[in-house]
């Protein structure tokens, strides 16, 4: 069964410096999304990309965030100068088209600022 | 009013129990509506999308009232496999597809 994968599992960082966060979605997926979730708290939407370019953006997705699809397979999120407050479980979803709303989820990479 | 809003629990319920699980959502424009569940430190898991007519997966059962801007979830003969949070989402029509969740329901089913 086709699953996204995310690396790394676990991401060890200090505040002010850049992570890049990594995903391949479901080969045949044309929309990408990412979510996090701070511990204990609900699983939040980040931002959304289709045809290379953002289709939506939540307010937690400022200007120290960034995504990209660098290849016919990558997607990946750059957090450019991380808080302490960004440590939390960053989960990469895919799915087939727009009209298909049912989202896969990766595993997820967990962010750690310390 | 939170948009999407679910008791917290924990259910904790014995193996073959029935256990229901309500949700609601405050945006009326809220087009898509599903369950995932997620287990601890792992990501949601798609569990079943939830129609007007309602649907029935095996031992799991969904129903969507719009006009009361509820959702449920009917698990019947709960294994111990089942223990797990139960995530209530929505999909608001737009361009992003972005999905809303709840904060989950904590299910624990014992022997």
């Known amino acids: 069964e086709p699953e996204v994968t995310q690396t790394p599992s676990h991401q060890v960082t200090q505040m002010g410096q850049e992570v890049i966060l990594r995903c391949v979605p479901i080969?045949?997926?044309?929309?990408f999304y990412w979510y996090r979730q701070i511990l204990g708290q609900k699983v939040e939407f980040l931002v959304s990309f289709y045809n290379n370019e953002i289709s939506e953006k939540s307010e937690i997705f400022d200007d120290q965030f960034s995504v990209e699809r660098p290849d016919g397979s990558n997607f990946t999120l750059k957090i450019r100068s991380t808080k302490l407050e960004d440590s939390a479980m960053y989960f990469c979803a895919s799915s087939e088209r727009r009209s298909s709303y049912e989202q896969y989820f990766g595993p997820g990479t967990r962010l750690t600022v310390t | 009013r939170k948009e999407v809003e679910q008791d917290p629990g924990p259910f904790n319920v014995p193996e073959g129990a029935t256990v229901a699980f309500n949700c609601t959502y405050s945006?009326?424009?809220?087009?898509?509506f599903f369950w995932y569940r997620q287990d601890c430190r792992k990501e949601p898991k798609l569990l079943m999308s939830?129609?007007?007519s309602g649907n029935e997966d095996g031992r799991f059962t969904a129903q969507l009232n719009r006009a009361s801007q509820y959702i449920s979830l009917l698990i019947r003969d709960s294994k111990l496999s089942d223990s797990a949070t139960y995530l209530c989402?929505?999909?608001?029509?737009?361009?992003?597809?972005?999905?809303?969740f709840g904060t989950g329901t904590q299910l624990k089913v014992e022997l």
């Open positions: 945006n009326s424009a809220s087009q898509s």
């Open positions: 989402v929505v999909n608001v029509a737009g361009g992003g597809n972005k999905l809303t």
């Open positions: 939830v129609y007007s």
């Open positions: 080969s045949n997926h044309l929309y």
